[in-house]
């Protein structure tokens, strides 16, 4: 009989005792392969019934993609989700950090089954990994693709938008992005729902402090050129020195997961500079590897970043608090064409990085594009009123599960009158 992993409360031991047993008999080499393991844990024949996939198939590396989500699916106790994970790795990570159910389905074949016998309503995917394809041939859901994040890097818009039945986005600043970098898609499949994330009440992993915070929160390098929007090899270290001279002021330096164990020598270089350099300051200053960026945010006093989900968290999240990113090509015109909040900011490309210390001391003393940043606020998000990405967000897929039923119901109609 085949088997598939599962993660429920009752069985969580049981399921990690289980991959324990095969890892010491030499059996529990990485997955990478779907077909190299018969997965275990679980029966076919008795899988629990839910309403939702919440689909990954990612390496732990990716994992922040899917953990962003987690919380508001965790929060909802009248639909039903399941994670279905791909990866033995990502499968064994996830079992410490959520209260759903999750299930190890490495191959196609299990993943078919577990689909047909769960009777999922919609399968939701939080990026484009190309086994989201092996998934996408389930024609009993809806398939929706949430992403992971707002931001207005290259990657956020893919021709593999055209394969999902819904793609949900932040904004109007999203359309206008699928509109321009895609042909022959119909941007009625996008569907605005904001940023469900920036409605919870996450804890600030910082202590309290009477100064002026200062956030220097860069992205990674990216996948390649095209996708790489990093700041820390360029200017990282010059905006470190400048930030931690402020008086008055703390400086929090919080970069990106990747940034810590970059495969660019230059990224993974500066980025220990950095962190020296914050070592040597003392006092209140921060480097925080860990903890989530949106419960700093809020407290920050000026925020330094680059084109990434995390500017425009902070656009959202602290709309009086200035923002100055940063721009790796030196090109003010594609810069505010490519991204168009950051014509609401201050730049610091390589014609500015020598003024950094009076760009800083500027912004803390006036801000001067509040005005823009609230306009450009709206522009991204929508309705900006806390608690109504939320509420949109549910009201957008229970919506969408119901016209995807009905639909399907009057196919199964026609098809046995046909027959």
Known sequence: MQHVAS????????????????????LGRRMRDFGSMEPEGFELDNIPRADIALYFADQPAKLYQLTQWL????????????????????????????TLQVLLVPRYEDLMALYDRASFHAVIYVNNAWTNFQ?????????????????????MVSNQAKAYDKVFVAGQAAIDRHRAAIAWFDLSHLVPVGRPQLDLD??????????????????????????????????????ATAALAVPG??????????????????????????????????????????????????????LIADVSS???????????????????RSNRDLLHSDSPMTSACQVIDMNSVSKISSLIAAELEEDTHRDQRDAMRTYYFGDVTQGASTEKFWRELTSSIHDHDVTLQGLQRTRSIGE
């Open 249 to 302: 002021a703390r400086f929090v330096y919080k970069p990106h997961p990747r940034v810590i164990d970059s495969a660019d020598p230059n990224v993974r270089a500066r980025h220990k500079e950095i962190v020296e350099l914050i070592k040597n300051a003392g006092g209140e200053h921060r480097y925080l590897p860990r903890g989530d960026i949106l419960g700093v945010l809020p407290e920050t006093d000026l």
């Open 202 to 239: 996450i804890k600030n992993p910082l202590p309290h402090t009477a100064l002026q915070t200062i956030t220097y929160a860069p992205t990674w390098e990216g996948e390649d050129e095209a996708n790489n929007y990093t700041s820390v090899d360029l200017y990282g270290v010059d905006i």
């Open 7 to 26: 993660s429920s409360q009752k069985t969580k031991n049981s399921a990690a005792g289980l991959f324990a047993k095969r890892i010491a008999r030499g």
């Open 310 to 328: 995390v500017t425009l968290d902070h656009l959202y999240l602290s709309p009086a608090a200035p923002i100055i990113v940063t721009d790796r």
């Open 71 to 98: 919380p508001i699916f965790e929060q909802r106790n009248d639909l039903t989700t399941i994670v279905v994970a791909r990866n033995i790795e990502s499968y064994l990570e996830l079992q410490k950090i959520t």
């Open 135 to 155: 998934s996408l041939s389930f024609q009993q859901a809806v398939h929706i693709h949430v992403n992971h994040g707002e931001s207005d890097k290259i990657c």
